[in-house]
């Protein structure tokens, strides 16, 4: 709103607004207003859950340190959710397509999240909604997500066109007409534009490949969805596992955002132009500060966690912004540690079923699951095939180190951009 504020007095030829209306302007601001809104208003909130006995049940999972957390409340995700909302509001451009799908998603996965705590706290029913409910929801974000970017006028991309100089050096173009497409960005690759249509004629199918196509997109962007919002909330095990990691995807998400908005970048980069992109910096800068903030309560040792309301609408985030700006193919790199953290439950549930199956006995492949706590525990079995003994690693250490790997991850997915 402030935006349109600003828009107006520099119409009338008030000096120095039109400062205000910069991307990198906006960005900061939204950045300073969203981390000031969740350091300030979180010890308020955190004092409101605490007096509504809003603190979820804790497993016994013979962990060092695990009973201190008894007492300590959840549904924190309010902070992030309220801190993301506020700024978006002020800064954005309210009219722009992608910030009412990044909108839609944050409030669609608060709501589901916050409903999902509020059973497992208030019902006793440390399950949570079903989870047919969760998978219901999140596939029709997903869907609507991808008919809204099949469909909308508005979605639209000038491609890139690479001619050759006499020095033997590629210049990029792109097109002055703006198209609608289904392209997407594959890492790694020079030629680095998939078309989901394409995929049709590679099938061979020639009737009805527009049906074809968008079913095709429809889900894969509702396995993205669901994937990425799941793994954050299995990654939320720890304190400030889940906010710092997804501040660190942020980054790169926002960097990535910016360099498809910026004509002479993506020309540079040889990357797809996307208009309208750049008002996702503004939001990624929101992001950023909203769950930096609340590492400042969230952070060893927790005076409040996030619980689904925060896990499953970060993780949301994530994905449904990686979509808008078309690197969806990048986030088992960006999201490694999220990855790697639901594979290990998958791992140890499959392996577990197999051999309980086969022996009448279930094994483990990790000491326990998700892998942050494999960590808390001594010589697991992966430990045990080098013969080397291992002591628990304290909570705040694995977390700053998985922080650490997030960092590399997302460096390296900023890197594929010249890295073909």
């Given amino acids: 709103m402030l935006y349109y504020l600003f828009d107006a007095l520099m119409r009338q030829g008030v000096p120095g607004m039109g400062a205000f209306t910069y991307i990198s302007t906006r960005a900061a601001l939204a950045f300073i207003t969203s981390l000031l809104i969740s350091t300030f208003i979180g010890s308020k909130i955190i004092d409101w859950l605490r007096s509504k006995q809003m603190s979820d049940a804790i497993r016994p999972l013979d962990i060092e340190g695990q009973m201190a957390k008894v007492g300590t ?10 801190a993301i909302i506020i700024p978006t509001l002020l800064f954005n451009k309210l009219n722009n397509l992608y910030i009412i799908l990044m909108m839609i998603t944050t409030i669609a996965l608060g709501v589901l999240g916050f409903a999902d705590d509020y059973v497992k706290v208030f019902k006793k029913n440390k399950e949570g909604i079903h989870g047919r409910y969760k998978l219901i929801a999140q596939l029709g974000l997903g869907a609507l997500v991808a008919i809204v970017l099949l469909t909308s006028p508005a979605v639209v991309i000038k491609e890139n066109i690479t001619t050759e100089t006499i020095d033997k050096q590629l210049v990029v173009t792109h097109s002055n007409v703006e198209t609608r497409s289904t392209q997407t960005t594959i890492p790694f690759v020079k030629n ?31 396995f993205i969805v669901m994937a990425v919002s799941n793994s954050a909330n299995l990654t939320d095990g720890l304190d400030g596992l889940a906010a710092g990691s997804s501040a660190i995807i942020g980054v790169a998400l926002g960097i990535l955002a910016y ?3 910026h004509i002479e970048m993506a020309s540079y ?16 800068a929101t992001f950023i500060g909203a769950t930096v903030g609340f590492l400042w309560y969230n952070s060893y040792p927790a005076q409040v966690f996030m619980g689904d309301t925060g896990s499953l609408t970060l993780g949301g985030i994530i994905a449904v912004y990686a979509i808008i700006i078309r690197k969806e193919l990048l986030l088992p790199i960006l999201c490694g540690v999220f990855l790697v953290e639901a594979l290990s439950v998958i791992i140890q549930t499959s392996y577990f079923k197999y051999t309980k199956k086969k022996t009448g006995t279930g094994r483990r492949v990790f000491k326990m699951s998700p892998l942050h706590h494999h960590f808390q525990k001594p010589a697991g079995v992966v430990d045990a095939l080098f013969q080397s003994p291992r002591r628990p690693i304290a909570e705040a250490k694995i977390t700053v180190r998985f922080w650490l790997v997030g960092i590399l991850l997302a460096v390296l997915s900023i890197v594929t951009l010249k890295l073909r």
């Fill in 73 to 82: 409340p959840t549904m924190g995700g309010i902070i992030i959710i309220i």
């Fill in 192 to 222: 680095n534009n998939l078309d989901y249509g394409d995929l049709a004629k590679v099938l061979g199918i020639d009737q009805n490949s527009e049906v074809f196509t968008i079913l095709l997109v429809v889900l894969i962007f509702v």
């Fill in 259 to 261: 360099v498809s908005s």
């Fill in 269 to 284: 980069l040889n990357i797809m132009f996307i208009p309208g992109a750049e008002e996702l910096v503004i939001f990624a």
